[in-house]
């Protein structure tokens, strides 16, 4: 005689099974194990609060920072993406056509995104949700900010890939919403899962799992869920709206003055309104632009001038020692423009932290930047006057100069 075997019904007692999938997932990818110190607590949550902080610090910084929105300031997203381009980024062609035509919306994305994936970290809630859009983040930040960074372990964002990676494969660990709203779900189905699979002893019932679309607890735990979600949401977006607004909307920044005597982008100045005509342009050498006279230059600052030969914004420092130097003011690392900062006689980067000292050839002081910026050839004559290399008077022909001629 054969023994019977029990199977247990999908839908037994009415239950809904659109529903109880939509659960059974849930609770599935919580990320709590099914028996308690799966994963050890104290070796997962340095990493939960590392990443949940840093996340967080980073989503409103972007959104607190007034030049991340604005198209006119140095540290504008739409800048950094194209200068993404300009490093040869993989994703180029994305950026190109989808994310510097958007790039303030696109910028607003990030920071929120930044926002969801720190909570998650730091409150452990969804959990693996949460590491796997950071795991997304980090790598599209690889792809574009530090994917000039060489060599790679220099970059910072490969190795928050490989944190968050770390996150959605352990989980979160003992001490987290996870395991607050779903582990007495996971632990006694597993359970129950277990004992359906064991040998049934003579004269002992073979028990049911209770279908998670009628467990009272799993409902509870889901609902509560689902509040906790749309609370951190909230509260999220709350945070970030109110640190926006409480931010100045003017831009910070030193900017150089424009070389006198040149138009915005060097080159002949126009004549002037009422008749009155502007001084004629001294006539430039074969292959060079006349960008304007550095007379009126005060010794430690800069001047901003348009490099006729890349079209990029650069800058004429007048250094403390009389001398004058001339660098593409493109930062290497993310494409920001670089201001001069006559305090530090440095020249800086709003967006990242890079620093350059322009008396030794732009050479990288502090942050990301994984190399100089790029030294221009300016000439300037007996009286004053500056010439940069390219344009109309012959061929561009840019070079990388240690110094330049005064």
């Not at 999908?10 to 099914?34: C, H, M, N, W, Y």
């Not at 104290?42 to 990443?51: G, K, M, T, V, Y």
């Not at 002037?272 to 006349?290: I, R, V, Y």
């Not at 800069?302 to 250094?319: C, I, K, N, W």
Request: charged share 10%; hydrophobic share 45%; aromatic share 8%.
């Amino acid at each position: 005689m054969r023994a019977e075997t029990t199977t247990p019904a999908k839908t037994a007692g009415g239950g809904q099974p659109g529903r109880d999938r939509v659960i059974e997932a849930l609770v599935r990818f919580s990320g709590v194990g099914r028996e308690p110190g799966r994963v050890p607590a104290a070796a997962i949550l340095p990493l939960r609060l590392f990443l949940g902080v840093t996340f967080i610090y980073a989503g409103l910084q972007k959104l607190t920072d007034p030049q991340f929105f604005s198209p006119t300031a140095p540290g504008f997203i739409g800048r950094q993406m194209s200068g993404f381009v300009h490093g040869g980024s993989p994703l180029s062609p994305l950026l190109t056509r989808l994310a510097v035509p958007h790039a303030a919306q696109f910028g607003a994305l990030i920071a929120f995104c930044e926002l969801w994936v720190g909570l998650s970290a730091l409150t452990g809630l969804l959990t693996r949700f949460g590491a796997l859009g950071g795991l997304a983040i980090s790598l599209t930040f690889y792809l574009t900010a530090t994917w000039t960074v060489h060599p790679y372990f220099l970059g910072a964002d490969l190795p928050y890939a490989l944190g968050w990676l770390t996150l959605a494969l352990a989980g979160p660990g003992l001490y987290s919403l996870d395991e607050h709203f779903f582990g007495r779900v996971v632990r006694e189905r597993a359970a129950a899962l277990a004992a359906l699979a064991a040998p049934a002893r003579k004269g002992r019932p073979t028990p049911k799992p209770i279908p998670l679309a009628q467990d009272p607890v799993a409902r509870s735990a889901f609902v509560r869920g689902l509040g906790a979600i749309a609370t951190g949401v909230a509260g999220g977006g709350l945070a970030g709206g109110v640190a926006k607004l409480l931010t100045p909307n003017k831009v910070f920044a030193h900017p150089g003055s424009a070389l006198p005597g040149a138009t915005a982008g060097g080159g002949t100045p126009a004549a002037g309104t009422g008749g009155a005509a502007a001084p004629q342009a001294p006539q430039a050498p074969p292959g060079m632009t006349f960008l304007g006279n550095v007379k009126q230059l005060p010794v430690n600052s800069a001047g901003q001038y348009t490099d006729p030969a890349s079209g990029d914004p650069a800058l004429l420092v007048h250094m403390a020692d009389g001398r004058f130097v001339a660098y593409d003011a493109v930062c290497t690392h993310a494409g920001c423009t670089v201001e001069y900062d006559p305090t530090q006689r440095q020249l800086a980067c709003p967006c990242h932290g890079a620093v350059f000292d322009p008396a030794h050839g732009a050479q990288v002081l502090a942050g990301p930047a994984p190399q100089p910026l790029a030294a221009l050839e300016v000439r300037i004559d007996t009286r004053g006057n500056a010439f940069a290399r390219g344009g109309a008077g012959g061929a561009p022909a840019p070079t990388r100069a240690t110094g330049n001629n005064g």
